[in-house]
């Protein structure tokens, strides 16, 4: 029999969630259902702690997720594309059992899971792929911005990716949304998910559909590392974590003033990708050392809780749920039992707001600073494009809408407009 020919396909690698596009009819692309019933999938891998195999067991996706929740030995890791462009990318990290593995690995066999998923769909192999990425993976430095794009082709190579083409986010949202426009305009595409808020302004229309080339349609782009993830660390530190002692004081030694306790802890705690980090024996005795710098000892004694029962990511994500129940019932219970039983915090929409507002005026920043690098007036621009998981916060797009009054609103899929539009274009790219 001859084999059928080798395919294409194209990847969201996102923060926080992942999707995949194939080829679909004449010209059209479709999502691949990468879980059961679904399209998109967490960004998560978790490695079983299980000594009697020699390759540690990794599940994907929702299921990393519940084998966490249900208490399974192993560890998670998520936001692995934060690590891109950092020291972090070029270390190992513990998985559990006395193993370690290097932190591209955890990138690569995520990547070669969402292949196996394109190619189980497709019904042949997938060699060639589009895959998509952030403006900046790193603001302001653009060798680190280089080095992140490189490693991130060197794992879809490692994988069996043989022809990689990166397009970035915004542009593949632009890409969704122009299928749907009846005549040209000039389109601001605001990409806002769960590490990166992009911005692209895009030329899109009939005429333009299918070039594979489209650089003289982009008049700027900008982004910056602001995004979900960053609201998650605010609503923790702001609900969460002073109750384990963050902004708390020190005992007054005579005639002096109090001292407020270390707070690096806090924020690593707050942060995805660095949470492991404060489980290490080391960092564990040094916190367990400074009890004596605690003013009130049941925050101390909290933080240890969390430390010796690796809460963490339990911590993370309910300040994330949080975030998500408040801004549609404006007030939001965080359950902390497993901290220390009947403790719990209470979050209004007013606090949370403010919480996550310096953030929030530094993305709408960014979305007025693409325009001024494009020259282009702000009413000029026709239409507002939001997708992207943290666009569904409505005080978000209130902000950034908020300095294009003229613009027409429009809200793509917050979790497929970018795979959408990046299979499009590796159709344009790839033929077929």
């Known amino acids: 029999m001859t084999p059928r020919p080798a395919g294409f396909a194209a990847i969201d690698f996102g923060t926080s969630n992942s999707a995949v596009a194939l080829p679909a009819g004449a010209e059209g692309a479709r999502l691949v259902e990468v879980e059961a019933g679904n399209s998109t999938m967490p960004t998560a891998v978790f490695y079983r702690a299980d000594g009697a195999l020699a390759e540690p067991e990794r599940v994907y996706g929702r299921a990393a997720i519940a084998a966490y929740v249900d208490g399974v030995e192993g ?54 792929l589009v895959l998509g990425r952030p403006v900046f993976f790193v603001d302001g430095e653009p060798e680190r911005d280089r080095r992140a794009q490189a490693a991130l082709e060197a794992a ?4 069996g990716f043989a022809e990689v083409v990166f397009q970035y986010e915004p542009i593949a949202a632009a890409l969704d949304h122009e299928r749907r426009v009846e005549r040209e305009q000039i389109v601001l595409v605001a990409d806002i998910g769960g590490g990166t808020s992009d911005f692209s302004l895009v030329r899109v229309g009939p005429s333009r559909r299918g070039r594979a080339d489209r650089r003289d349609d982009i008049l700027a782009s900008h982004g910056l590392h602001v995004a979900g993830t960053d609201f998650d660390r605010q609503i923790e530190l702001e609900a969460i974590l ?36 404060v489980y290490t024996p080391a960092r564990v005795a040094e916190l367990r050392s400074i009890r004596s710098w605690y003013a009130d000892p049941l925050q101390h004694r909290r933080l240890m809780q969390v430390l010796e029962a690796r809460l ?20 939001a219970h965080i359950d ?5 039983s009947g403790l719990g915090a209470e979050l209004g929409r007013e606090q949370a707001a403010a919480a996550i507002d310096a953030d929030l005026e530094r993305i709408a920043q960014a979305a007025r600073e693409t325009l001024r690098g494009a020259g282009i007036a702000p009413e000029r621009v026709e239409a507002l ?41 590796a159709r344009a790219v790839f033929g077929g």
Do not use: C
């Open 242 to 277: 002073p109750l384990l002692g963050f902004r708390s004081l020190g005992p007054a030694a005579k005639g002096q003033l109090p001292r407020e306790v270390p707070s690096r802890i806090y924020f690593d705690l707050a942060t995805w990708h660095l949470i492991n980090t």
């Open 156 to 159: 879809a190579r490692a994988v």
């Open 312 to 331: 963490g990511h339990g911590l993370a994500a309910e300040a994330e749920a949080a975030k998500i129940a408040v801004t549609g019932a404006g007030r």
């Open 75 to 128: 560890r998670l890791m998520r936001s692995m594309k934060s690590i891109l462009g950092s020291n972090l990318a070029e270390q190992r990290t513990e998985i559990g059992g006395g193993r370690s593995v290097p932190y591209l690995d955890v990138v690569a066999g995520y990547l070669r899971h969402l292949k196996q998923r394109a190619e189980a769909d497709a019904g042949h192999e997938t060699s060639r």
């Open 385 to 425: 494009y939001f997708t992207g998981g943290s666009t569904g916060l409505a005080s978000l797009v209130e902000r950034i809408g908020a300095a294009f009054p003229a613009a027409a609103r429009v809200r793509g899929e917050r979790f497929a407009s970018v795979a959408q539009g990046l299979g499009l274009h």
């Open 336 to 340: 902390l039992d497993a901290v220390e």
